[in-house]
Nanobody
Framework: QLQLVESGGGLVQPGGSLRLSCTAS????????IGWFRQAPGKEREGVSC????????FYNPSLKSRSSISRDTAKNQFTLQLTSVSPEDTAVYFC?????????????WGQGTQVTVSS
């Protein structure tokens, strides 16, 4: 059964960093593009970052590029998102997805999401 499970969300202090992980099961990560999207309350879904199926190309939301990093570990079938210098504007539910088309279409398969709250 195909599954994506996010972890690592929670409360983060402004100026701090967050590291989210997504563990995939039911398929082999290295054959698919994967990505991170987020949705804040009252706002539209936003692409954060994605990585090509080969792992050779990464894409970042220009507004987040300087603070974000996506990586994958094919041995663990897991990928991660790191976001530094967070602010309350980064508060959102973060989703990992399989098969995104750039940062506009997240793909057909999503995790359940993990809440990130940036607050002091």
């Amino acid at each position: 059964q195909l599954q994506l499970v996010e972890s690592g969300g929670g409360l983060v202090q402004p100026g701090g960093s967050l590291r989210l992980s997504c563990t995939a099961s039911g398929f082999t990560l290295e054959y698919y593009a994967i990505g991170w999207f987020r949705q804040a309350p009252g706002k539209e879904r936003e692409g954060v970052s994605c990585i090509s199926h080969s792992g050779g190309s990464t894409f970042y939301n220009p507004s987040l590029k300087s603070r974000s990093s996506i990586s994958r570990d094919t041995a663990k079938n897991q990928f991660t998102l790191q976001l530094t210098s967070v602010s309350p504007e980064d508060t959102a539910v973060y989703f990992c997805t399989r098969g995104p088309n750039g940062l506009t279409y997240p793909g057909a398969y999503w995790g359940q999401g993990t809440q990130v709250t940036v607050s002091s």
